[in-house]
Nanobody
């Protein structure tokens, strides 16, 4: 059973930056795909960024040019660097993983989820 642990959330002012981390205590094969999703109160969980088992990435239009997803297989960790944050980026951010699904923002493609980390951006 793969368990995911997120960290790095917090409160920042608009224009600031945060880096989220998602690590696992289990051995994770290189051919896992990873993604970040977020959910604001009263809204659907939406895909933010994903990196496939092949290293390809995809981003939601709302974060392109501001967010960057990366992975370090040696550390069993993936990262989401978030720059130029906006109040609308606020929400609970969830890490997700799945075996060989490519870079996808479809939450139904992922079966392994973390508990989430809160991001709050104030104006």
């Amino acid at each position: 059973q793969v368990e995911l642990v997120e960290s790095g959330g917090g409160s920042v002012q608009a224009g600031g930056s945060l880096r989220l981390s998602c690590s696992t205590s289990s051995y994770v094969y290189e051919n896992y795909s990873w993604a970040w999703f977020r959910q604001a109160p009263g809204k659907e969980r939406e895909g933010v960024a994903s990196i496939g088992h092949d290293g390809r990435t995809t981003y939601a239009d709302s974060v392109k040019g501001r967010f960057a997803i990366s992975r370090d297989n040696a550390k069993n960790t993936q990262y989401l660097q978030m720059n130029s944050l906006k109040p609308e980026d606020s929400g609970m951010y969830y890490c997700a993983a799945e075996l060989r699904v490519g870079a996808t923002l479809n939450r139904d493609d992922f079966g392994i989820w973390g508990q989430g980390t809160q991001v709050t951006v104030s104006s």
